[in-house]
């Protein structure tokens, strides 16, 4: 009887109130009260509503569209899902909030040089992008930049003189990137010390025409050192990944990293192991060339999670020598599948760490 009811009386109100109990999997809040449900409507035989997804490549989609389903089976009439995509965003303190369009920054570190750090920078920016969001990248290493070579030649180079006394960043594979490179030149080293380095990144982050973009993604330089310094005073990051190798020699400066980001309140998304094994592509081998295990240990000790280990190819280093990173490369390689994988595990993280927070737009857009 209250079956046949539903099925008489359904009303946008009333869907929303089903909808209501259906519980977003990564934050364990109801879609209504988290704002994630869009518009409802209601046909003869046909309810249809829009659901915003927290972050691109949401691992957890068809648990929650198997809630949605189950939560309105009961009216009886066929289900459809329009998925969209609303990044959250919590607003720092008004003395900190020096990127206002930019809704996630994301610190990818290491404890030391020689662990693919840029790779994965460069190939995260680009699965971001290919799931659908919006992404710039800040080549906060200054010594040593290299994300100018890595992406590519640029669409547009960055112009340092645009009006206003802004500045618009290169664009390279439809990514905003910024660096030292473009002001020094060519071949040239930069000799800095530690108040040069301070004032150069502060400029990056007040005065370069980011636009709207849902994750900054800052390749740091390797260590504990001005760079990060800076950075952690200038403005919240929302988290750090840290990159390493399996074995036990870059475990340990990991550990500085780690200790250095603890100090400076910038909270920790998970580990990435890198060179992880190498696989033979004649016979399928797999043969762990760095020892094996370090990263998940590295993970356990510091309760984080393990968000990818990524293999040892020579696809991957040649993509970055060319300036064509893999994920762009290769889009339907095991190797670009790996980014992707890594990068929604990524975005997701990043997620938890902001969905209690304030309203965030209410703008969504579909993928």
Known sequence: MRAEKLMSEVTVESVRN?????????????????????????????????????????????????????????????????????????????DLDRLPTVKNVLAVAAGKGGVGKSTVSSNLAMALQRLGARVGILDADIYGPSMPKMMGPPSRPCDKNASGDRIIPALHRGIPVMSVDFFVETGRAVIWRGPMIHKLLQQFLEDVEWGELDYLIIDLPPGTGDAQLSLGQLLPITGGVMVTTPQEVALLDVRKAVDMFAKLEVPLLGVIENMSHYRCPSCGHVDHIFASGGGKRLAEELELPLLGQLPIDPKVSAGGERGDPVVHSAPDSEHAKVFLELAAQVALEAAKRHATGPKRSSLLRTV
């Open 18 to 94: 089903a909808l209501s109990t259906v519980k977003d999997p990564a934050t364990e809040r109801d879609i209504v009260s988290s704002r994630q449900l869009g518009e409802i409507t209601v046909g003869e035989k046909e309810l249809r509503v829009a659901v915003a997804l927290l972050s691109p490549g949401y691992p957890m989609k068809g648990t929650l569209d198997a809630s949605i389903r189950a939560a309105l089976e009961p009216f009886g009439r066929t289900v459809v899902i329009d998925w969209g995509l609303s990044v959250p965003r919590k607003p720092p303190r008004q």
